[in-house]
C-alpha cells in the first residue's frame, strides 16, 4: 500500500500531463483524421522524399527551414512510413513543453496556478492546433526549454544553460523564423540585468555562450547543405521567398491590429488572452514596485514581459492570419495567466477556508473551465474526422503503378504522399512559380522541363484561380513548352471539382 501511494504521489503529475496532451492530439491522431491539411501534407511529402535519398530544395521546393522536414522523416522511419510515428513524435514534443511548462509554473506559483494554467493553454492549443504537424506547434518545448534552463536549474553550469539556450534558439530558427520571440526576450533580460548592475564581464560570457550554441547549430545546418551542393536552393526557397512573402503581405498599424484580432480570437474562447493580458498588467505593477510577487519569480516575469510583445508582433507580420501562428504565444500567456490565478489564490488563501473546500472549489473552477470548451473540443474533432476524402488518392493508385510520377497542379501535396506517389518535379506545388516577385524564367523553364523530360502518368487540376500550365512570366521559350505539354495531355475523368489528364491517344 505505502509503494502504490509513493507512486501516485510522485507519479499524478506526470500523468495529469499526459492526460491533457493525449486530449489535446488525439483529434488530430490518424484514428479520427486520417488525411492532414496543406501544410503538414507537404512536411510529410518532405519527409518521405528523404527516406528516399533526395534532399529538401535541391530535390523538393519548400519554404520552410529545414528542421520540420526531418522530424517528419524521423517520424515516418520510426512508423515505418505510417504518420502514426509523426503523431507519436508531436505527444512526445508537447509533453516535454507541457511538463517543463507546468514545473517552471509550480516553482514560482505553486500547484494549483501550474494546474489551472495549464489546462487553459492544454485547451486553448485545441483551436490553434489546425490538425497539428506545424512549425510552431514542434518549437514550443524549444521555448519552455529556453525560459527552463534560463530561470530554474541552478546545478548546471552557465556556460552550458547558455550554450544549449543558443542552440535551441537556432533550432526554433531552422524550424519558422518567426518562432525566436522567446530568444530575443531573453538577451534583452540579460542586457538590461547586466547593464543596470554593472556586471558587463558577465554579459560578455552569457551572450557569447549563446552566440556559440546558436552559431554551433547554424553552421552544421548551412555546412550540410553546402556540402550537398544545395545552399543556392536552401537560400532561395527559406530567405528570398519568405522576405518577398513577407514584403507582399506587409501590413500597416491598422491592418496588423485586425490580423491580430482575428488570431487571437480561438485564444479568447478558452479566456486564455483574457487571462494572459490581465497577467501581463498586473505582472508589470508587480515588477515594477517588487511587491506581493515572490522575488525569485522576478526574471521569469520580466522575460516573458518582453517577449508577449515581441510574439504578437512576429505573428502579425503579414495580414494573412493562421491560426497556428499563435502557438508563439501559447509559452507566456501561459506564465502570465499563472500570475492572475496566484493573486486570486493569495486573496482567498486569507479566508481560512477548511482544505475540502479549497480541494473542492479549484475542482469546481477546473472543471468549469473544462466544460466550457466541451462544445469547442467536439466541434474540432468533428471537423478532423470530416477531413476524409480520399477520393483522388483511391483513383491515383487504382490508375498508377508505384514507380509512376503524378503531378498535381496546385497546393495539394497531401496526394502525392497518401498516394505515394512522386512528383516529376521538386515543385510539389506551384506557389513559388507563381509569386512574380519571386519566380524567375529559369526556375518556370525548370519546371516545364522536369514535366517534359519525365512525363507524369497523370496530371490533376485542383481547380485553382491559374488555369493549368499558365505563369505570371512569359517567354516564348516558356509559351512554347507550355503549349506541348497543353497538347500532350488531355482530360479523361473529373473528381469533383478536379480534372485529372492523362496522355492524349495518338
Not at 530544395?57 to 522511419?77: C, E, Q, S, T
Not at 519552455?144 to 539556450?165: E, G, N, S
Not at 512569359?474 to 509559351?479: L, P, R, V
Amino acid at each position: 500500500m505505502q509503494s502504490i501511494k509513493s507512486f501516485i504521489n510522485n507519479s499524478w503529475e506526470k500523468l495529469l500531463v499526459l492526460i491533457g496532451v493525449l486530449g489535446v492530439l488525439l483529434p488530430a491522431s490518424p484514428l479520427n483524421m486520417p488525411l492532414t491539411f496543406r501544410d503538414p501534407g507537404v512536411f510529410l511529402y518532405i519527409g518521405w522524399r528523404i527516406l528516399n535519398g533526395e534532399l529538401p530544395y535541391r530535390d523538393v521546393w519548400d519554404h520552410k527551414p529545414p528542421v520540420i522536414f526531418y522530424i517528419n522523416a524521423l517520424g515516418l522511419a520510426l512508423g515505418g512510413g505510417s504518420r502514426w510515428g509523426v503523431w507519436v513524435l508531436e505527444l512526445a514534443f508537447l509533453f516535454i513543453a507541457a511538463w517543463l511548462g507546468y514545473q517552471l509554473i509550480k516553482k514560482y506559483f505553486g500547484t494549483f496556478p501550474a494546474v489551472f494554467s495549464l489546462l487553459l493553454w492544454m485547451l486553448s492549443l485545441v483551436g490553434v492546433l489546425q490538425g497539428g504537424n506545424y512549425t510552431t506547434e514542434l518549437t514550443l518545448p524549444m521555448q519552455f526549454a529556453a525560459l527552463w534552463l534560463l530561470v530554474f536549474p541552478a546545478q548546471i553550469k552557465d556556460r552550458t544553460r547558455f550554450l544549449t539556450i543558443g542552440a535551441l534558439g537556432a533550432l526554433a530558427f531552422f524550424t519558422k523564423q518567426t518562432t525566436i520571440g522567446m530568444w530575443a526576450a531573453i538577451v534583452l533580460y540579460l542586457t538590461a540585468k547586466h547593464f543596470s548592475a554593472r556586471t558587463f564581464n558577465v554579459w560578455v560570457r552569457e551572450i557569447l555562450s549563446i552566440g556559440a550554441g546558436a552559431l554551433a547549430v547554424t553552421v552544421f545546418i548551412i555546412g550540410f547543405f553546402f556540402v550537398q551542393g544545395a545552399f543556392p536552393q536552401f537560400w532561395s526557397a527559406v530567405f528570398e521567398y519568405n522576405f518577398v512573402y513577407a514584403g507582399r503581405g506587409g501590413a500597416d498599424l491598422a491592418q496588423r491590429f485586425d490580423s491580430l484580432l482575428r488570431g487571437l480570437r480561438p485564444l479568447t474562447f478558452t479566456g486564455l488572452t483574457q487571462f494572459g493580458l490581465l497577467g501581463f498588467t498586473l505582472a508589470l505593477i508587480f515588477t515594477l514596485t517588487k511587491r506581493f510577487l515572490p522575488k525569485e519569480s522576478i526574471p521569469l516575469l520580466t522575460v516573458v514581459l518582453i517577449d508577449l510583445p515581441i510574439e504578437l508582433y512576429l505573428a502579425s507580420i503579414t495580414t494573412k492570419t493562421f491560426f497556428h501562428y499563435y502557438m508563439t504565444l501559447l509559452p507566456a500567456f501561459a506564465v502570465l495567466a499563472s500570475v492572475v490565478v496566484w493573486s486570486v489564490v493569495k486573496v482567498i488563501s486569507r479566508w481560512q477556508l477548511p482544505a475540502w473546500v479549497r480541494a473542492a472549489s479549484a475542482l469546481l473552477v477546473l472543471s468549469g473551465f473544462a466544460w466550457s470548451y466541451f462544445d469547442n473540443y467536439l466541434d474540432q474533432t468533428y471537423i478532423y474526422r470530416k477531413n476524409r476524402d480520399d477520393a483522388a488518392i483511391v483513383f491515383i493508385q487504382k490508375m498508377t503503378n508505384e514507380g509512376d510520377t503524378v503531378l498535381v497542379w496546385g497546393a495539394e501535396t497531401s496526394v502525392n504522399f497518401f498516394a505515394q506517389r512522386k512528383s516529376p518535379t521538386r515543385f510539389v506545388y506551384q506557389y513559388p512559380l507563381q509569386n512574380e516577385d519571386y519566380a524567375t524564367e529559369a526556375m518556370v523553364l525548370e519546371f516545364l522541363n522536369d514535366v517534359l523530360n519525365t512525363p507524369p502518368r497523370l496530371v490533376i487540376d485542383t481547380g485553382t484561380d491559374t488555369p493549368l500550365f499558365t505563369f505570371p512570366i512569359s517567354s516564348d521559350e516558356i509559351s512554347q513548352k507550355s503549349e506541348a505539354l497543353r497538347a500532350q495531355y488531355c482530360p479523361f475523368h473529373e473528381i469533383d471539382t478536379w480534372t485529372v489528364y492523362k496522355a492524349c491517344s495518338p
